[in-house]
């Protein structure tokens, strides 16, 4: 059975500083996924990870996939309010995503 | 706008009482999944199906049956509602493996 574990799961950040969010997977994956929730409502889409050494940047988001190690990071650069909200990671693998329990980030000024 | 559809997006049951909650996609997705979200336990995979006529099973399946008559619509049904099917339900779909998922605006279900 495929095991996704997020770390922390929950994070208070301070404005303008860099924090990273860990998601380790117990299995070999197709892909990796991270999705943002903002309160009561649905999954956004914020990375798709295909490869080894995958990195994709969106902003102050950046991801990162290390499929030998069964990790990707997700880096916050310079924080801001609008990134309150939880994180998950997904792993794809036989037609199926496996979510993290996700991170709860909170900014404060 | 092309999309996931859930309905209802709210509903109170009585524990005992049945009810169907419907999952409507228009993209012409091959896959279609059922998940439950409980606090501090991420998404959870009910039932899935990858065609129409085919459904399976995912990580927490007791006291839910699903159904895929139509490639367009997912039906998630509980027979004997219990409190601890509270929670909120997403439906999602997928076209196929790595081409990424879309996901409805969810069900809040309140068993009492």
């Known amino acids: 059975e495929l095991k996704v574990e997020q770390n922390p799961l929950f994070l208070s950040m301070q404005e303008g500083k860099n924090y990273t969010i860990y998601c380790n997977y117990s299995?070999?994956?197709?892909?990796l996924y991270w999705y943002r929730q903002d309160p009561g409502k649905s999954l956004e889409s914020l990375f798709v990870?295909?490869?080894?050494?995958a990195v994709k940047q969106e902003g102050r988001l950046m991801a990162s996939l290390d499929t030998k190690a069964r990790l990707s990071t997700l880096h916050i650069t310079a924080a801001v309010h609008d990134l309150s909200a939880t994180y998950f990671c997904?792993?794809?693998?036989?037609?199926?995503?496996?979510f993290g329990a996700g991170t709860t980030v909170t900014v404060r000024a | 706008n092309a999309g996931v559809t859930q309905t209802p997006k709210f509903r109170v049951l009585k524990t005992g009482q049945s009810m169907t909650l419907l999952c409507a996609q228009d993209?012409?997705?091959?896959?279609m999944y059922w998940y439950r979200q409980d606090p501090g336990m991420g998404l959870r995979l009910i039932h899935y199906?990858?065609?129409?006529?085919?459904?399976a099973k995912g990580e927490v399946p007791d006291g839910y049956n699903v159904s895929r008559l139509k490639k367009q619509n997912f039906l998630l049904g509980l027979e004997s509602a219990a409190p601890s099917q509270t929670s909120v339900y997403f439906c999602?779909?997928?076209?196929?493996?790595?081409?990424?998922?879309?996901f409805g605006s969810g069900t809040r279900l309140t068993v009492v």
């Open positions: 997904a792993v794809e693998n036989d037609y199926k995503l496996s």
């Open positions: 993209m012409n997705h091959e896959y």
């Open positions: 199906s990858v065609g129409e006529g085919t459904t």
């Open positions: 990870l295909l490869s080894n050494g």
């Open positions: 299995t070999t994956s197709d892909r």
């Open positions: 999602a779909s997928s076209a196929t493996m790595g081409l990424g998922y879309t």
